[in-house]
């Protein structure tokens, strides 16, 4: 961030802090796993209880009598252990049919290769739906291995979504276990803190237990003589996990040995440093595991730098919800130097961000409050942050009323709800920019993301309000022709009629060229919409989007994905993905 921003923000906040105590925020609520409402903000969908909804197959449909008055016999068939989810169609799931059609072997592959961490608020919501959904199996799966709730539980845990794991492997029966299986509710329960559960799921590992889960288990039982045992024999192996073994000899008594680095933690390393009374290294919140990620940041325990990096990366790739950052950055405490020190920095560091939080959320002013957002705002996106940012201020936001004294912070404050998923909020600021010469051309700029939002517009733009819009910023060659050509193909792809003169007049410079995916994939992709398969249209959208985040993209595939959402009967969905697209893409 340049100095004098850093400065600026600086200013702000002295000017705008009244810090004797920590201000209370309001209590986080817990991840929802029901289905998402019409439109959604920053802090996820409404909580919906969740059920185990029976097997598909389970369910019978009366056969009518034939005409001659015979009786007929009709094998009843057994229920379909894969069929087991959490949702059904009212709670946002696809449907007891939505496989039908679709090869087992696609669903397979491309379920173990679900992307589940590109940033995306709406492709994470598809993903959790899809998973969780009750349905019959695809056809030509039967006796394959892993089983598909196997697959579909894994990404569950990949994608840090520990609620809905616990409740599929609850609603998953007996019948349907493996080695896998078993690997997950132990990582389920180690994060949810259930150490008792974890160890006696372990134990079903015959011959195939993890040797240090198995010291953890016996310390935790305070069988501490054999576990040294097992910690003799650790010591002595090349890879040895001196993390973990530094953990439990603490638990076994021994004076804690200092560990500098974590840079790869399991729930095992959570749970065995929790046990110890160890703090966690400051590299643990550098995690990629969202799961993991929301452990650290939800464990009261930890540093502030410890915990606030890994909530702010947790609630970016949707597994933390951003009411609970909110309420962990109100939690933290300073002392006057930490204070005094965090001050002079802008939001270069956790306890930083915290101050300028606090400022904004204590600004009396209207017109001081927005401009500390604006400047806010703006250094977040330069480290790569304006989303995160704009959901966590979008409260605030919304505390301000549109008037002509605050016309120059207008559009800034837009994108923010935009980006927040706060449309209708975004509105009036939308308004207020135009109203203002000044900020007449920034809100030009805005034009796209109203139209991917809204929908519904009876009159086509014309070529002045593209022009205006491609012009409103002044960008360096690349980013422009992505800008450019992003915008257009998600106008295009909401049903907007996009002049051919402006696709001709686009940059052909191929400074913003992007790898797209693979032929075969745009072609089932298509083939799936094309032949009304929902599950299938879904499962190769979001594979197509890919894990890079929506910026790295092809501006034809996110086209593509967002029509294809459309038809498959997705359509706040797509839009709301495009706004995503858009957003990311500097649009």
């Known amino acids: 961030m340049p100095a004098s921003r850093a400065k600026g923000l600086h200013v702000l906040v002295l000017a705008g802090m009244a810090l004797a105590s920590p201000a209370a925020l309001a209590q986080g609520q817990p991840m929802p796993l029901g289905p998402p409402a019409a439109h959604h903000d920053e802090s996820g969908p409404t909580p919906t209880v969740l059920k185990t909804v029976p097997s598909p197959s389970m369910e019978t449909t009366p056969v009518a009598p034939p005409s001659d008055g015979r009786f007929q016999m009709e094998e009843l068939k057994a229920p379909d252990l894969e069929a087991i989810g959490i949702l059904d169609e009212r ?26 961490a590109n940033g995306s608020r709406t492709a994470r919501s598809l993903a959790r739906r899809l998973l969780l959904s009750a349905a ?9 291995t ?24 609850k609603a998953t029966p007996a019948a349907v276990t493996s080695p896998g299986l078993t690997r997950l509710k132990i990582d389920a329960y180690l994060l949810a803190g259930d150490t008792k559960a974890a160890c006696a799921e ?39 996990d001196h993390a973990f073994i530094a953990a439990a000899e603490a638990m076994g008594g021994t004076p804690p040995a200092k ?41 009261p325990g930890l540093p502030v ?77 330069e480290r790569g942050a304006f989303a995160g940012t704009a959901r966590l201020y979008a409260p605030i936001i919304a505390d301000l009323r549109p008037s002509p004294d605050l016309a120059p912070f207008a559009a800034g404050l837009a994108r ?71 915008g257009l193909e998600l106008l295009q792809a909401v049903g907007e009629k996009v002049p051919a003169a402006q696709w001709m007049a686009l940059p052909q410079t191929g400074l913003s060229a992007i790898p797209t995916p693979r032929p075969a994939l745009k072609a089932q992709l298509r083939a799936a919409s094309e032949g009304h398969r929902l599950g299938e249209t879904v499962l190769l959208a979001l594979a197509a989007l890919g894990d890079a985040g929506l910026d790295k993209v092809d501006a034809e595939i996110l086209n593509r994905v967002v029509v294809y959402l ?22």
């Open 91 to 116: 709670q946002g799931g696809f449907g007891t049919t939505m496989w039908q059609g679709t090869s087992a072997s696609v669903v397979r592959y491309h379920t173990a290769h679900l992307p589940v």
């Open 136 to 144: 019959v199996p695809p056809e030509g799966g039967k006796g394959m």
């Open 146 to 169: 892993p089983s598909l709730v196997e697959l579909r539980a894994e990404r569950l845990y990949a994608m840090g979504e520990v609620e809905g794991l616990a409740a599929l492997l």
């Open 202 to 240: 372990s134990a079903t590992l015959v011959g195939s237990a993890d040797p240090r889960m198995q010291a953890f288990c016996m310390l935790s039982s305070g069988k501490v003589l054999e576990a040294n045992m097992m910690l003799d024999l650790m010591r002595e192996r090349k890879d040895a």
């Open 259 to 299: 560990v500098d680095k974590l840079p790869n933690p399991t729930p095992l390393h959570l749970a065995a440093f929790k046990a110890a009374k160890m703090p966690l290294p400051a590299d643990a919140a550098n995690s990629s595991h969202p799961a993991l990620l929301r452990a650290i940041a939800e464990a």
């Open 305 to 381: 730098d410890v915990r606030i990096p890994a909530a702010e990366r947790a609630e970016a790739l949707g597994a933390l919800d951003t009411d609970t950052l909110r309420k962990i950055y109100g939690a933290v405490t300073f002392t006057p130097a930490e204070q005094q020190a965090a001050q002079g920095i802008g939001d270069k560091t956790p306890r930083a961000r915290v101050l300028l939080l606090r400022a904004a959320q204590q600004e009396a002013s209207p017109s001081v409050r927005a401009d500390l957002i604006t400047r806010i705002l703006a250094a977040a996106a």
């Open 416 to 486: 923010a709800l935009f980006a927040a998923a706060r449309p209708e909020g975004a509105g009036g600021w939308v308004a207020l920019a135009k109203s203002d010469p000044a900020s007449a051309r920034a809100a030009d700029d805005l034009w796209p993301l109203a139209r991917l939002y809204r929908g519904g517009e009876t009159a086509a733009a014309g070529a002045e309000t593209y022009g205006a819009w491609l012009g409103a910023r002044e960008l360096p060659a690349d980013q422009a022709e992505r800008r450019a050509l992003v």
């Open 566 to 587: 459309r038809q498959a009967g997705l359509e706040r969905e797509a839009r709301d993905l495009a706004v995503e697209a858009a957003l990311a893409n500097g649009v």
